[in-house]
């Protein structure tokens, strides 16, 4: 009778064991993160204001029980995948290389300002993800980033006032479909390397990127929804701790940040006839370029705090590479 309960109670422990992750997963929690990117936030702690030099991210996600209207533009896999939908306010900031300048700087990157709305689905399978992200908003005069770089440099990092923002693109709208996909290559329980292919299309970005993921350290597997959540079982989260590091190659066919929107043409190249404004011409952008990020990361259960460094080569032709860092801080809601 003993070894027929014991039996019974093993035979139970193993029908019930598949839907354990499903238990699980109904755990999570949203969350709220706050990401700044920023050219003096790198590790050499100095300013080159070339081209990205500041942005700011806000974001809530938190894990989709059902579909919406959005969703019908998302990418899914099946039916069946874990699904984690975040929205965000992002706004970013772009300058040339001399801010203090106040003539116009031909052949340098066009000062503009961005500030969009994301809208996002990631779909979680065993060993590949699906991610599609919908961007809306505008860029040039009315994302204020002479308003915020100004209040920056002057209030807080107490360095050269922009000069230059007379120049800026005009006003226009950005609009932009990211759709990526990622899948597992190599995977243990202390480093995972994972590849990576990105599509971007719309009036702001159109590009194509190549990458790959390697990650060493603790931390839950990149399609562990738990890797992307917060959990509100203790027993079943863990503290996470890795570096990764991330290299690309990525092809531009536009980029609307450098050559103007779609309703306000810029006209031809700056210089010639019939020239709006200043702009990056089509023949003095580069149409491949390369580079990598690095993170450090730590997730505790109710926080986690990043650092990531970036390098990128440049998107005009005989211009140097820029670099900036990140700070990312996220909280369990």
């Given at each position: 009778?003993?070894?027929?309960?014991?039996?019974?109670?093993?035979?139970?422990?193993?029908?019930f064991?598949?839907?354990?992750?499903?238990c699980q997963?109904?755990?999570?929690?949203?969350?709220?993160?706050?990401?700044?990117?920023?050219?003096?936030?790198?590790?050499?702690?100095?300013?080159?204001?070339?081209?990205?030099?500041?942005?700011?991210?806000?974001?809530?996600?938190?894990?989709?029980?059902?579909?919406?209207?959005?969703?019908?533009?998302?990418?899914?896999?099946?039916?069946?995948?874990f699904?984690?939908?975040?929205?965000?306010?992002d706004?970013?900031?772009?300058?040339?290389?001399?801010?203090?300048?106040?003539?116009?700087?031909?052949?340098?990157?066009?000062?503009?300002?961005?500030?969009?709305?994301?809208?996002?689905?990631?779909?979680?399978?065993?060993?590949?993800?699906?991610?599609?992200?919908?961007?809306?908003?505008?860029?040039?005069?009315?994302?204020?980033?002479?308003?915020?770089?100004?209040?920056?440099?002057?209030?807080?990092?107490?360095?050269?006032?922009?000069?230059?923002?007379?120049y800026?693109?005009?006003?226009?709208?950005?609009?932009?479909?990211?759709?990526?996909?990622?899948?597992?290559?190599?995977?243990?329980?202390?480093?995972?390397?994972?590849?990576?292919?990105?599509?971007?299309?719309?009036?702001?970005?159109?590009?194509?990127?190549?990458?790959?993921?390697?990650?060493?350290?603790?931390?839950?597997?990149?399609?562990?929804?738990?890797?992307?959540?917060?959990?509100r079982?203790?027993?079943?989260?863990?503290?996470?701790?890795?570096?990764?590091?991330?290299?690309?190659?990525?092809?531009?066919?536009?980029?609307?940040?450098?050559?103007?929107?779609?309703?306000?043409?810029?006209?031809?190249?700056?210089?010639?006839?019939?020239?709006?404004?200043?702009?990056?011409?089509?023949?003095?952008?580069?149409?491949?370029?390369?580079?990598?990020?690095?993170?450090?990361?730590?997730?505790?259960?109710?926080?986690?705090?990043?650092?990531?460094?970036?390098?990128?080569?440049?998107?005009?032709?005989?211009?140097?590479?820029?670099?900036?860092?990140?700070?990312?801080?996220?909280?369990?809601?």
């Amino acid at each position: 009778m003993k070894n027929l309960l014991q039996t019974l109670k093993i035979t139970i422990l193993l029908c019930f064991f598949p839907f354990s992750g499903i238990c699980q997963e109904k755990e999570l929690a949203s969350s709220f993160l706050l990401k700044l990117d920023n050219d003096y936030l790198s590790i050499k702690m100095r300013g080159s204001d070339r081209y990205y030099t500041c942005g700011i991210l806000l974001e809530y996600a938190s894990q989709a029980r059902s579909r919406n209207i959005f969703d019908r533009i998302a990418i899914a896999p099946s039916d069946s995948s874990f699904q984690i939908r975040s929205i965000s306010l992002d706004h970013q900031t772009y300058t040339p290389h001399h801010i203090g300048n106040s003539q116009l700087q031909v052949g340098d990157y066009p000062y503009v300002g961005l500030f969009v709305v994301n809208y996002g689905n990631r779909f979680l399978e065993k060993d590949y993800s699906f991610t599609s992200t919908l961007t809306l908003g505008i860029q040039g005069k009315a994302a204020l980033s002479c308003e915020v770089q100004s209040f920056l440099h002057q209030k807080v990092f107490h360095s050269n006032i922009p000069q230059g923002w007379k120049y800026q693109l005009p006003n226009d709208i950005a609009a932009c479909y990211t759709f990526s996909f990622d899948k597992k290559l190599y995977s243990t329980t202390r480093a995972e390397f994972l590849g990576n292919a990105t599509l971007q299309f719309g009036t702001l970005h159109n590009t194509f990127k190549l990458g790959g993921l390697f990650r060493f350290g603790r931390f839950y597997n990149f399609f562990d929804p738990r890797a992307w959540l917060f959990t509100r079982e203790k027993r079943f989260a863990k503290r996470q701790l890795y570096i990764t590091v991330e290299p690309y190659l990525k092809f531009v066919q536009g980029n609307s940040l450098l050559e103007g929107g779609p309703t306000n043409a810029p006209g031809p190249a700056w210089g010639k006839p019939g020239a709006k404004y200043y702009h990056i011409n089509r023949d003095q952008m580069e149409r491949i370029v390369y580079g990598y990020s690095w993170t450090l990361c730590y997730v505790s259960r109710w926080y986690s705090i990043a650092f990531q460094e970036h390098l990128q080569s440049a998107e005009i032709k005989g211009l140097p590479a820029h670099e900036y860092g990140t700070v990312i801080f996220a909280i369990k809601l």
